[in-house]
């Protein structure tokens, strides 16, 4: 069969997108009576939202956020973080991870990533902490946990705060505990493309009280009535005061009632992402040219993403071709991600190409597979043969 890229037919007629939200009546319906309501903006449908994911995932507390980047930022603030900092993370994840580091005017320290997982590697990690360190934010990339025991064991004794940046995992386990109330704070992410959807939005859930405060307070403004938190008590009640630098970061209540209601959809999320995830590992775990991305023993992983490898040894094209001809078939493959410090911003800060080999080799040779919960199952085996016609028409 020719390649579509050649003239001959695709293996589908219609593109096939990398993800995609899910959204029902009931989506609708819900968000609907909260436009009907008294209350747009942060109300009770938001509390309620982050009371269902603070459950869900074992945290005492959780804070919604407008967006996974903000809810980040509003980590780094409770944690405390400051100029000169440093803060370790990985290169291998979207650019808001370090963002949110540099936010604090602190410096983003980049640990590689294992060739086989593609997660932060925790000896990397150990080489790279200084005195200065002050927390690590592990991201459970693709979504599979990251080694959690193994970063407290090399923190243990110290002040740093591990932020587990969870954007990809929403319900998965790590050691058979769901992540979200096992780092000192963990931030999910609502955007369209993840597990499940608010529009824009994100969350922090910790154990911590004081890490609480600090997020709701920074969430908006760092203005406060709470008489206990108060300077002055006695001035009457319509009396603010605004206790440190801020941000206007709510989320409305109809994207938290769309949370409420996508949250009950989630157990049927996660299990049709492993299906199609185990029907994609069944049938490229014999194809000569590519290489699966390996899952840790401790990690019950549910996949946001689909990520594999090119063996560009097994291969006479690169990934920019191999890309090229499966969008072509209207297979639509991405990549995920550029290392974070070879964006021309991190670029001038005086970040080198060459920092982390791991990352930068797994960069040139990736892609990512559509993969969401609305695939039908023709949809999968559309990325199967599509995959196996351009492999093996490459193949050396
Ligand atoms: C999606 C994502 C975020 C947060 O992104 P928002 O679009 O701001 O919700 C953070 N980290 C990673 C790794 C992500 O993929």
New binding site residues.
């Given amino acids: 069969m020719e390649l579509a890229i050649f003239g001959g037919s695709p293996v589908r007629n219609k593109p096939l997108p990398y993800a995609k939200q899910y959204i029902d009546d009931d989506d609708c319906q819900a968000v609907n009576e909260v436009l009907k309501s008294d209350f747009l903006t942060t109300g009770p449908k938001a509390k309620e939202f982050e009371n269902i994911v603070a459950e869900y995932v074992g945290a005492k507390y959780a804070v919604a956020f407008a967006?996974?980047?903000?809810?980040?930022h509003g980590a780094c603030f409770a944690a405390g973080i400051k100029q000169g900092d440093e803060v370790i993370t990985t290169p291998i994840?979207?650019a808001?991870?370090a963002n949110c580091i540099r936010y604090m005017g602190a410096v983003p320290v980049f640990a590689d990533i294992n060739k086989d997982t593609f997660n932060i590697d925790v000896e990397d990690i150990a080489r790279k902490i200084t005195n200065k360190t002050k927390a690590i934010i592990p991201?459970d990339?693709t979504g599979q946990a990251t080694d959690l025991d193994a970063i407290k064991e090399l923190v243990k004794g110290t002040d740093i705060i591990i932020i587990e940046?969870s954007?990809?995992a929403l319900g998965t386990k790590y050691k058979g505990t769901t992540v979200g109330g096992i780092a000192d704070m963990t931030?999910f992410?609502?955007?369209p493309?993840?597990t499940i959807t608010t529009g824009?939005?994100?969350i922090i859930t910790t154990n911590n009280e004081e890490y609480y405060n600090r997020l709701m307070n920074f969430r908006s403004h760092c203005i406060t009535r709470d008489i206990e938190q108060l300077e002055n008590k006695d001035v009457g009640n319509w009396y603010y005061e605004q206790l440190d630098l801020g941000m206007n970061y709510r989320i409305t209540d109809f994207q938290c009632a769309l949370g409420i209601s996508q949250m009950k959809k989630l157990d049927w999320f996660i299990s049709r992402r492993k299906e199609i995830v185990n029907k994609y590992n069944e049938a490229f775990k014999e194809l000569e040219g590519v290489i699966l991305q390996e899952n840790a023993y401790f990690s019950d992983t549910v996949n946001?993403l689909y990520v594999l490898k090119l063996d560009l040894s097994m291969l006479k094209a690169d990934r920019k071709e191999i890309y090229n001809a499966l969008i072509a078939e209207h297979i639509g493959v991405h990549v995920h991600y550029i290392p974070v410090y070879w964006l021309p911003y991190y670029q001038r800060l005086g970040y080198k190409k060459g920092l982390c080999p791991n990352a930068e080799d797994l960069y040139n040779s990736m892609l990512t597979l559509p993969l969401f919960p609305a695939m039908s199952d023709e949809d999968v085996n559309d990325v199967i043969n599509g995959f196996y016609k351009v492999i093996n028409y490459y193949k050396n």
């Fill in positions: 967006n996974g980047t903000a809810a980040l994840t979207f808001a991870s991201v990339y940046d954007a990809h931030e992410s609502f955007h493309v993840k824009e939005g994100g946001h």
